[in-house]
């Protein structure tokens, strides 16, 4: 497997609003649609577009979400993981697993509606990433 494109940075914040509004000042940057819910996963989501890239701006839905955690450790929000594509999703997983990579849940519909799952930030050097199907 070789490292595929990167899809996106996710930025957890406490207000997705107050971010995007950042990135306007800062870079002229435009949202990619309006924000939406991803119960499932306990975020709401709100793409900013990048040239090359987007950046995936996330908010918690509530106390139970994965981001709140992380959020407590960093106040004002920050970078919360970077997201490659790859073209099988399954086979990306099963090959992260050989390698002993420890993959985080099962693959699962992500925010651009294809399968994702992550790969624990301690296999890979401190940073948790996502692996999304293409």
């Known amino acids: 497997m070789k490292l595929g494109r990167l899809n996106h940075i996710g930025v957890a914040t406490p207000s997705i609003e107050r ?3 950042l990135y306007r000042t800062m870079f ?3 949202p990619h649609g309006p924000p939406f819910d991803l119960p499932a996963q306990g975020v ?3 793409f900013v577009d990048a040239s090359n890239s987007q950046i995936e701006l996330i908010e918690p839905l509530g106390e139970d979400s994965p981001i709140v955690r992380f959020l407590d450790k960093n106040p004002q929000g920050g970078q919360h993981h970077v997201c490659f594509e790859v073209p099988d999703i399954h086979a990306a ?3 992260f697993e050989a390698k002993g990579a420890r993959v985080l849940g099962e693959p699962r519909i992500g925010a651009h509606g294809t399968f994702v799952f992550f790969v624990h930030p301690k296999d890979m050097g401190g940073v948790l990433t996502e692996i999304m199907e293409t």
């Open 19 to 21: 971010s995007l509004e």
């Open 28 to 30: 002229g940057a435009e």
């Open 44 to 46: 709401r989501v709100w």
């Open 93 to 95: 997983k099963a090959e």
